[in-house]
């Protein structure tokens, strides 16, 4: 008997039981349930890929957050980046926070796996992506003008993503060319 039956045949039992003391009973039903997901049929290495640009995503995304107030001490900058990347995140708004600058906006991503190492299982994997700051920003936190002297744009940008100790993926390393180069 597989755990999904088990849980079933369970919650089965439960509903029996409840239905003869009075109590309400639990309907269940053959639907997967909303907090666990059907098993998965992915490949490890498709299972990596998937994790190591979801991990590059939330970099961004904590980045971005980060960026409307410039903290550089902000905790969320740790959950998906490390390293290198952690460094270069936190010395970027340590840097907008002493100018007094803040970031508005987002970066729009379009992550593609470059190479995945080792490919059965990759435990380190190179993303490439061509991502599109043009609405993310730099504006003057005394009094809001935009400080950007140069429209954002299209960048490359080059990650390193790797799985941890404890099985999360983290980028430990990027690079962002200059506007244009994709």
């Not at 939330?58 to 740790?78: H, I, P, R, V």
């Not at 429209?151 to 490359?156: A, E, K, S, T």
Request: net charge negative; with cysteine; aromatic share 6%.
């Amino acid at each position: 008997m597989n755990l999904t039956t088990k849980i079933l045949v369970a919650v089965g039992s439960m509903a029996v039981l409840g239905a003869c003391d009075g109590t309400p009973s639990i309907t269940t039903t053959n639907k997967p349930s909303a907090t666990q997901p059907p098993p998965s049929t992915a490949s490890p290495a498709e299972t990596a890929q998937n994790r190591a640009i979801d991990a590059y995503r939330e970099m961004w995304n904590d980045f971005a957050a980060a960026g409307t107030s410039s903290d550089w001490q902000s905790a969320k900058l740790g959950q998906h980046a490390t390293g290198i990347a952690l460094n270069k995140l936190s010395q970027s708004l340590y840097g907008d926070n002493y100018r007094g600058l803040i970031t508005k906006g987002a970066p729009v991503l379009n992550p593609t796996v470059s190479t995945a190492e080792p490919q059965e299982d990759p435990k380190k994997i190179l993303i490439t992506d061509c991502g599109d700051s043009t609405n993310w920003l730099k504006y003057r936190k005394d009094n809001g003008a935009l400080a950007d002297d140069k429209p954002g744009g299209r960048h490359l940008i080059n990650a390193v993503v790797e799985k941890q100790a404890d099985g999360s993926w983290k980028v430990s390393d990027y690079g962002v060319h200059d506007v244009g180069s994709c």
